[in-house]
């Protein structure tokens, strides 16, 4: 039996608790503070103590035990030289510093467009002080649609660009999701990327993006699905379309949608821009 509306108001009410309780994690996306490229000399990063360097395949910290640095894996301190080597796209929370409990700020090691970097992660960011949820348009049954998904023979990597001009980046294409929206007489088809256990992500365009007047919605967003149904029909909810990282901090690295990614209607569902200007 399908849930009744007020279920469905439900679930989307637990969906936004949760969303805004994970962006408000203690180092999560609203603490970044800077990202820096890492090159080959040892060299001092902003906003953390050591040298940093790479050779190309693996990163390298060097440290002296009265920096404060220590490993957040295990705790241990950072006293000479560490290393760590990351495959393209992968990230590791490597090494923590200050505060009370020698936590406040996590030093990521990321892995982008072939070059590794370093973000800070500071739990005391006036970002993460200042969050109480990302604005959104009242929920709309409406904007709960059923589609298709039409799976592609095999993988198609389409190259896209980032929220970072520095960093190309890759859609891995598995098939199309097809649909048709409210106030739209035609068809749509979105590329998908599939994620864990067959779920499917879609990036989009759509013509609330950048809108005036000020409080609409981010450049692009993403919508998540569960597997497709045997019958290969999945339930598309735009009311939990989310922003990006790259809409709460300039530090991300976050995946555009690829060309034809765009739908020609305003989606008045889900997250809007957290900044309105």
Request: glycine fraction near 8%; hydrophobic fraction near 35%; charge should be negative.
């Amino acid at each position: 039996m399908a849930p009744t509306a007020d279920a469905r108001l439900e679930r989307w009410r637990r969906f936004r608790t949760n969303r805004d309780r994970a962006l408000a994690a203690r180092h999560g996306w609203l603490t970044l503070t800077s990202f820096q490229w890492l090159e080959e000399s040892p060299a001092p990063v902003d906003l953390a103590p050591g040298l940093w360097s790479t050779d190309g395949t693996t990163a390298f910290l060097t440290a002296a035990a009265k920096d404060g640095l220590t490993l957040v894996e295990t705790g241990e301190t950072v006293d000479g030289t560490v290393s760590a080597a990351l495959a393209d796209e992968e990230s590791l929370m490597w090494v923590q510093f200050g505060g009370p409990d020698g936590d406040q700020v996590v030093v990521e090691l990321a892995m982008r467009a072939g070059r590794y970097a370093v973000r800070t992660r500071d739990s005391a960011s006036p970002v993460l002080a200042g969050f109480d949820g990302v604005p959104t348009y009242p929920y709309n049954p409406d904007w709960e649609v059923e589609a298709r998904f039409e799976p592609y023979p095999g993988r198609v990597d389409v190259p896209i660009s980032t929220a970072n001009p520095l960093v190309d980046g890759v859609h891995r294409s598995v098939g199309e999701v097809v649909f048709r929206l409210p106030g739209s007489p035609h068809e749509f088809r979105l590329q998908a990327e599939e994620e864990k256990l067959g779920a499917l992500t879609v990036t989009f365009h759509d013509e609330t993006n950048g809108a005036a007047p000020p409080g609409q919605t981010e450049d692009w967003r993403k919508l998540s699905t569960p597997r497709p149904r045997p019958d290969s029909t999945v339930v598309l909810d735009f009311n939990r379309a989310i922003n990006y990282p790259s809409a709460f901090t300039p530090y991300g690295t976050c995946p555009m949608p690829v060309k034809n990614n765009s739908l020609d209607i305003r989606v008045e569902a889900g997250e809007k821009t957290p900044y309105p200007a």
